[in-house]
């Protein structure tokens, strides 16, 4: 039998399934690294190369040694992980597919970790390592947080807000929602998915008191989330609130650490009815309230013993104001804050007086300034880059002066700091190199396997916009031969395509060792580029998303003639899924093929917060939905497309394909349908994630390789 030669270059045998068994060469490197307050080591999250389950290690700066502290095995003693569907709900708003220890905290004297597990709550004492599971009651304790004494522990129950003194039997319960749909102490579903805040309570600087958020969702509307290969098990009831209708109704109080009753914060919720941050270190109780537009933010101090808010600071916007999720931040002392603001065209941190008057600007427009990484005495850290490919660790005085550059190499660098002092860990990557973690010299130990092949990706900028792009081409490339093209897009807010990372390139060199060069495109409406170039899409979200990509495939195609744009495919997921369907049906002069994944369908069924900044409410502005919904160009499909979608996706609900799907077959137009059953937004099964991506490949080859 005659065995055809395989180059080197060739689709590497058995990728897939080692990509997905190591998610994405991803387990095994630290993660979640929290420095002690003197400075001498540092904590960290760690897996085994293949098996998706954190344990606790820690690093010891003097010696570089590291040793294992606690694993979930020791703890659970074999027994398997539970999660609660609220704790299933809340990895799932923060993207955490591993199992073990999803998070830890550290008291600020450094003494005790307390760690979550398994609807458990343990510490472990470092002088000793000795291990005590925590009496929280009967449910799961959420979002468990210490004291700033490291004495007490706080966290939700049931809905509910606790309080166990350590050493106590039993812990104290401060709040009574009295109906499921009504909780103390959780961030409502928007705050989660849509303003990257997590919780819903906060420990004052002393720990006698704790702010809470109470959510009453009994407005929202209620979906069902089913398991469709589970008939015989009940749905699961969540309030989801759809673009237009009504939002979980939110307040903030103030409750003894004892218990008590409540006082609850004042300020004109019927105006702004988004609590976007709430802030209790350093200074004030402080708190960002937002209107339902998003076109008006104001920053509140508040007298905790009151309830009176006193207003610091206010933005306006004509579109919409975007969120930075680390300001408000006081500085030691509590006399000045910090603050960022896009009112000048590009974001800027500003230092701020105790009474919100501007002090002075931090940083400049140039420095591209993205969120503030940590603040030590008079000492200030931020990302930020004047190259929206890169990010860069920065550090100015709050007295003034110019921000110093503290990394160089061209890369993502990020700088991840503890609460109790300045020394932090430096997590980098390069188009080059996978993410490596340093803290100091010292190299925080890493297991994972190395990918087999490192991805090649020549980053380019296309047009008279200057559209930031990646091209991947085969490792096989021959000079002179023209390639089909793959657009690996997302297009839309908050994301980037095009970075100086070596990890998402890995599965763009596998599609583009097929025979393909794989194209990726940052246009308007993605970050790092402005406020005009953000809010370029505003009120359509299939206007100049699609247009970007069309304009910059022609300008690459012109400079790299490589490109045969007579075949080229898209494939997306999430808002890359939803424009993938529309290049396909928009544009079927330029694009032969889509795969969809996840995609939003129609507008009206997604979340208010996230929608609704960008098309404004559907019954005032019934047009900008109509033209932004796939639903619109259904019956305009030429190309083949395959529409993919996990049946337990509740960011977007498996119905959003359900419906395209229903509007195409009443069209009577040819389409695929691959339902992942019992998966959520993400794909994490190394099995499942293995046969989708054959998928992919053979609905692209099929088409553009006949």
Request: proline share 8%; net charge neutral; aromatic share 8%.
């Amino acid at each position: 039998m005659l065995v055809p030669a395989v180059t080197r270059a060739a689709p590497l045998d058995g990728f897939l399934r080692l990509h997905a068994e190591t998610r994405g060469f991803m387990l095994g490197r630290p993660v979640a690294p929290w420095p002690t307050p003197d400075g001498k080591s540092v904590l960290f999250l760690r897996s085994p190369p293949r098996t998706p389950e954190l344990s606790l290690y820690e690093l010891t700066a003097a010696t570089g040694e590291t040793r294992e502290l606690v694993t979930p095995r020791k703890l659970l003693q074999g027994a398997d992980e539970q999660l609660t569907p609220d704790e299933r709900a809340r990895r799932e708003r923060m993207r955490v597919s591993t199992r073990g220890f999803g998070s830890f905290a550290l008291s600020d004297d450094g003494a005790l970790v307390l760690l979550p597990l398994s609807g458990r709550l343990y510490t472990y004492r470092r002088s000793d390592g000795a291990i005590a599971e925590l009496p929280t009651g009967e449910g799961a304790p959420i979002d468990p947080k210490l004291s700033p004494d490291g004495k007490k522990v706080a966290y939700v129950r049931n809905g509910d807000l606790y309080v166990l003194e350590l050493g106590a039997k039993k812990p104290r319960r401060l709040t009574t929602s009295g109906d499921p749909r009504v909780t103390n102490g959780l961030a409502e579903f928007v705050a989660q998915e849509e303003m990257d805040r997590m919780s819903g309570f906060w420990w004052s600087p002393d720990g006698k008191r704790l702010a809470f958020e109470e959510a009453d969702s009994r407005p929202v509307e209620t979906f069902h989330l089913v398991d469709v290969m589970r008939p015989e098990s009940a749905a699961e009831a969540t309030p989801y609130p759809r673009a237009g209708g009504e939002n979980a109704r939110v307040r903030v109080g103030v409750i003894a650490a004892g218990g008590g009753k409540p006082t609850w914060l004042e300020w004109d919720r019927a105006r702004h009815p988004y609590l976007a941050r709430v802030t209790w270190e350093h200074g004030p109780l402080t708190i960002v309230v937002e209107d339902r537009a998003q076109q008006e933010l104001v920053v509140l101090a508040a007298d905790e013993r009151t309830g009176a808010t006193t207003q610091l600071a206010a933005e306006r916007d004509d579109a919409w104001l975007n969120l930075d999720p680390s300001v408000p931040r006081w500085l030691d002392g509590g006399r000045e804050f910090l603050w960022s603001s896009e009112r000048g065209g590009r974001w800027q941190l500003e230092l701020r007086a105790r009474d919100g008057r501007l002090v002075r600007a931090l940083s400049r427009p140039e420095d591209g300034y993205a969120r503030v990484a940590g603040a030590f005495g008079r000492t200030v850290w931020f990302h930020g880059s004047p190259e929206p490919t890169e990010q860069h660790v920065f550090r100015v005085s709050a007295d003034g002066g110019a921000p110093e550059r503290v990394t160089s190499e061209p890369g993502v660098h990020e700088a991840l700091f503890g609460h109790g002092g300045p020394a932090f860990v430096l997590r980098s990557t390069t188009l080059a190199s996978m993410p490596r973690s340093f803290f100091g010299e010292r190299e925080l130990p890493s297991v994972a396997e190395e990918p087999p092949f490192r991805a090649v990706a020549e980053l380019d900028q296309a047009g008279d916009a200057q559209f930031r792009a990646a091209l991947v081409r085969p490792r096989d490339f021959k000079a002179g031969r023209r390639y089909p093209v793959v657009l690996d897009v997302y297009g839309g807010p908050h994301h980037q395509q095009v970075t100086r990372a070596q990890a998402p390139l890995l599965l763009r060199q596998w599609i583009a060792d097929h025979g393909f060069i794989v194209v990726s495109v940052d246009g308007r409406g993605t970050p790092r580029r402005g406020r005009e170039w953000e809010r370029a899409l505003r009120g359509n979200f299939a206007g100049v998303t699609l247009d970007d990509q069309v304009t910059a495939l022609r300008a690459l195609a012109a400079k790299h003639p490589e490109l045969d744009l007579a075949r080229v495919g898209v494939v997306g997921w999430s808002f890359g899924g939803y424009l993938a369907a529309l290049a396909v049906l928009k544009r079927p002069d330029v694009f032969a093929v889509g795969v969809a994944g996840a995609p939003v369908v129609d507008w009206r069924d997604y979340d208010t917060f996230y929608t609704e900044r960008y098309l404004g409410l559907p019954a005032q502005n019934p047009d900008a939905y109509k033209q932004s919904s796939l639903l619109t160009w259904a019956a305009e499909l030429a190309r083949p497309l395959l529409v993919i979608h996990g049946t337990r996706d509740d960011n977007v609900y498996f119905f959003h394909s359900l419906k395209l799907c229903d509007a195409l077959f009443r069209a009577g137009k040819p389409f695929d349908l691959l339902p992942l059953s019992g998966l959520t937004h993400m794909v994490p099964d190394p099995a499942v994630k293995e046969a989708l991506y054959n998928r992919i490949m053979l609905q692209l080859s099929s088409v553009l390789k006949p």
